[in-house]
């Protein structure tokens, strides 16, 4: 059962910072790791899909990479509608994971 | 744009039964799975477990299977969440999503999820 785990638990940051979040896969995962986007009282929006893809609609500030365990979403110039949770995702052997979640909030 | 349209908010005691909903379109109920997430108050998103509505191939995520049952009627294109006895530890917000299996793996389109309490 793989585990993904995300670093850090809770980020605080201003408008126009870069910011990075980490997911680490317990396995060898490849490419298949995706990423959400979820605000207070909302459901989660799919953000990227395939490590690095970003999904339709989705502002050119976000970006990710990583491949096999390791793997980075980035914020390049964080703004106020950013301000959320994040979480990773992966699905394999008929069962699917989330990360824990990294809270992005505002300094 | 397609969507998934879920049954309202349930209060419910221990040891009650309860059945949920999500409703989505007729090409969604064709052609891909829909899944079924935890949200615990406070806490991160947990996978269920995910069903093909057009042969009712399920998929439970282990700590799931017994707990829950999922399933799907193809002439409503609709698909259930439900329990037989619940329990305070199910108190959570459940969504249901699309997933698409087969190139990306991932929930594409989300329901806006159902709030479930149970409470003595």
């Known amino acids: 059962d793989i585990q993904l785990t995300q670093s850090p638990s809770t980020l605080a940051a201003s408008v126009g910072d870069r910011v990075t979040i980490t997911c680490r896969a317990s396995e060898d995962v490849l490419n298949w790791l995706a990423w959400y986007q979820q605000k207070p009282g909302a459901a989660p929006k799919l953000l990227i899909y395939?490590?690095?893809i970003l999904h339709t609609g989705v502002p050119s500030r976000f970006s990710a990479s990583g491949s096999g365990t390791e793997f980075t979403l980035t914020i390049h110039s964080l703004q106020p509608d950013d301000l959320a949770t994040y979480y990773c995702q992966h699905y394999d052997d008929y069962s699917g994971t989330f990360g824990q979640g990294t809270n992005v909030e505002s300094k | 744009e397609e969507q998934l349209l879920q049954s309202g908010a349930e209060v419910k005691k221990p040891g009650e039964s309860l059945k949920i909903s999500c409703k989505g379109s007729r090409n969604t109920f064709a052609k891909y799975w829909i899944g079924w997430v935890r949200q615990r108050p406070g806490k991160g998103l947990e996978w269920m477990g995910i069903i093909y509505p057009s042969d009712s191939d399920t998929r439970y995520r282990p700590s799931f299977q017994g707990q829950v049952t999922i399933s799907a009627d193809r002439s409503s294109d609709t698909a259930y969440l439900q329990w037989s006895s619940l329990r305070a530890s199910d108190t959570a917000t459940y969504f249901c999503?699309?997933?698409?299996?087969?190139?990306?793996?991932?929930?594409?389109?989300w329901g806006q999820g159902t709030k479930v309490t149970v409470s003595p």
């Open positions: 999503a699309r997933f698409e299996i087969g190139s990306v793996f991932v929930f594409d389109v």
């Open positions: 395939r490590a690095s």
